[in-house]
Structures are given as C-alpha cells and as structure tokens.
C-alpha cells in the first residue's frame, strides 16, 4: 500500500513563505517524478511544479514567476515545495503527486495541505 502525507500548509500573509512537504510510504520502488499540484475554489486542478529523478529536471507554472522551489530527497522519499512572496492567489488546496516512468501504472496523490494567503 502506498501513502503520501503532506505537510507544511498554513494560514500566511501576503509576502510571507512556507515550505510544504510530502513524504512517501510503502511499496515505492517505481518513483520516479514527483510533483505537487494545486486546487483554488471553484477551479481546476494545477501543475505548480515537478521534478524528474536521476539529474533531477525541474519544470514550473508561468504564475510561479521564481518564487517558488520544489526540491526532493529520495533517501527520505520526500518532495518539497518552498513557496515565498506568497500571494493571496496562491491559496487553496495544494496535492502532492508521485508518479512512475512514462508507460507505467504508478501515479498516487496525497490527500492535499490547505494553503491560504491573506492580503
């Protein structure tokens, strides 16, 4: 069985930083990207950032504008997302997403972390 857990998400006010984090448990031979994904109200879910494994490639939304890290830690089967300059339009439900190669059955998501950015 395998679990992802996040952490990290927070009330914050505009400008300010947090770092959200999402470790993997169980059966996990198969991970190889990891990414997290993003939910506000009313709206679909979205692509902030992945990482690929080996010579990790890292690829970002256009709204990320350069504020935002995501960096993970196989020893610790862990993804992270450091999130700064926080904007109100950041908030909502961020997803921690890992997935097998390309071809394979592998793709999970954790259960989300509430971010909310007040102005």
């Known amino acids: 069985q395998v679990q992802l857990v996040e952490s990290g998400g927070g009330l914050v006010q505009a400008g300010e930083s947090l770092t959200l984090s999402c470790v993997a448990s169980g059966n996990i031979f198969w991970i190889s990207a990891m990414g997290w994904y993003r939910q506000a109200p009313g709206k679909q879910r979205e692509l902030v950032a992945d990482?690929?494994?080996?010579?990790?490639?890292?690829n970002y939304a256009e709204f990320v504008e350069g504020r935002f890290t995501i960096s993970r830690d196989d020893a610790k089967n862990t993804v992270y997302l450091q999130m700064n300059r926080l904007k109100p339009e950041d908030t909502g439900v961020y997803y921690c997403?890992?997935?097998?190669?390309?071809?394979?059955?592998?793709?999970?998501w954790g259960q989300g972390t509430q971010v909310t950015v007040s102005s």
């Open positions: 990482i690929s494994s080996g010579r990790p490639y890292t």
């Open positions: 997403n890992m997935r097998g190669d390309v071809g394979t059955k592998y793709d999970y």
